[in-house]
């Protein structure tokens, strides 16, 4: 079945402590993003890859860092999470930067 | 201004009705048009896909998209209770850059 993995889909965590929010997808696509949603603001794009070791910043990245060492993989790291990073992520890919994006369930994240 | 504006609603419909979501837009540079459907606790899906001015029909969903008032919209026929979701309108520019609404809150009443 083809699918966006995302892990963990919930995670409560503490201001500073570095987390990574892992993503795999297996449709063998060369574009893949990282979104995160809020109420009243829809879905902003944080950083998006449009090929291995091709990464570049999207509308929001501050706070937030991404790699791509394999094509399937694209995990976002929070290096000193806070409390405005609250919300709900979403990772998705494509075949390529101009066609629909398939998204994977999200991981909400929380903050203290 | 926002890019891509969108009614977040709630729009309430009875069972059977048309519903019906629109979204302008005012960068002439997008040129694909999406509508994407969200349930509560999921990602978005993908419903219609479209990029030239007219309408697109899947089944019971219709896309219309009008490149000259900058204006697009999703027609669900025959609403069913399963229908009630967030619809989200995206687009996507000619270099790439994809803009998403902020969503429409649909419920649909048996």
């Known amino acids: 079945e083809a699918q966006v993995t995302q892990n963990p889909r919930y995670l409560i965590t503490v201001t500073g402590k570095k987390l990574t929010v892992t993503c795999s997808q297996n449709?063998?696509?060369?574009?893949m993003s990282w979104y995160r949603q809020d109420p009243g603001l829809g879905l902003r794009q944080i950083y998006y890859?449009?090929?291995?070791?091709?990464?570049d910043k999207g509308d929001v990245p501050e706070g937030y860092k991404v790699s791509r060492k394999e094509k399937r993989n694209f995990p976002l790291i929070l290096e000193s999470p806070s409390p405005n990073q609250t919300s709900l992520y979403f990772c998705?890919?494509?075949?390529?930067?101009?066609?629909?994006?398939?998204f994977g369930d999200g991981t909400r994240l929380s903050i203290l | 201004q926002k890019e891509v504006e969108q009614d977040p609603g709630p729009l309430s419909v009875p069972e059977g009705a048309i519903v019906s979501l629109n979204c302008t837009y005012s960068n002439s540079a997008f040129q694909y048009f999406m509508w994407y459907r969200q349930y509560s606790r999921k990602g978005p899906e993908l419903l219609m896909y479209t990029y030239s001015s007219g309408n697109k029909e899947d089944g019971r969903f219709t896309a219309q998209v009008d490149k000259s008032s900058k204006y697009i919209s999703l027609f669900i026929r025959d609403s069913q209770p399963s229908d009630s979701a967030t619809y989200l309108c995206?687009?996507?520019?000619?270099?790439?850059?994809?803009?998403f609404g902020a969503g429409t809150q649909v419920v649909v009443t048996p």
């Open positions: 449709m063998n696509h060369e574009y």
């Open positions: 995206a687009m996507i520019q000619s270099w790439g850059k994809l803009q």
């Open positions: 890859s449009m090929n291995v070791e091709v990464t």
């Open positions: 998705a890919s494509s075949l390529s930067r101009d066609q629909p994006q398939h």
